[in-house]
Nanobody
Framework: QVQLVESGGGLVQPGESLTLSCATS????????IGWFRQAPGKEREGLSC????????YYADFLKGRFIISRDGAKNTVDLLMMNLKPEDTAVYYC????????????????????WGQGTQVTVSS
């Protein structure tokens, strides 16, 4: 069974950076895309970024404006999300998810593309 475990969350000040990590295990051969999502209090979950196994399909939400960078380490079976210049509005629970598609959707981050989800890690941006 596929398992995903997020780590790296915590409390940071505005303007600081933080790297989240998604550790994957289980039957990963059939799951080619990893996405990062977040859910802020009182808001719907939103997609942030996606990367596929070959790293030739990588997408970011437009509203991130280049502040986040996704990367994967095949040897470690991890997918990281580097978050820079964090803002209070980035406060949320961050989730990673795995899906069977070979490529990330180019029209957003439909949750129907993802079959397994992690438990989430809290990120709080506050001075």
């Amino acid at each position: 069974q596929v398992q995903l475990v997020e780590s790296g969350g915590g409390l940071v000040q505005p303007g600081e950076s933080l790297t989240l990590s998604c550790a994957t295990s289980g039957f990963l051969a059939d799951y080619h895309i990893i996405g990062w999502f977040r859910q802020a209090p009182g808001k719907e979950r939103e997609g942030l970024s996606c990367i596929n196994s070959n790293e030739d399909s990588i997408y970011y939400a437009d509203f991130l404006k280049g502040r986040f960078i996704i990367s994967r380490d095949g040897a470690k079976n991890t997918v990281d999300l580097l978050m820079m210049n964090l803002k209070p509005e980035d406060t949320a629970v961050y989730y990673c998810a795995a899906g069977r598609s070979f490529y990330c959707a180019g029209y957003g981050f439909p949750e129907s593309d993802y079959n397994y989800w992690g438990q989430g890690t809290q990120v709080t941006v506050s001075s």
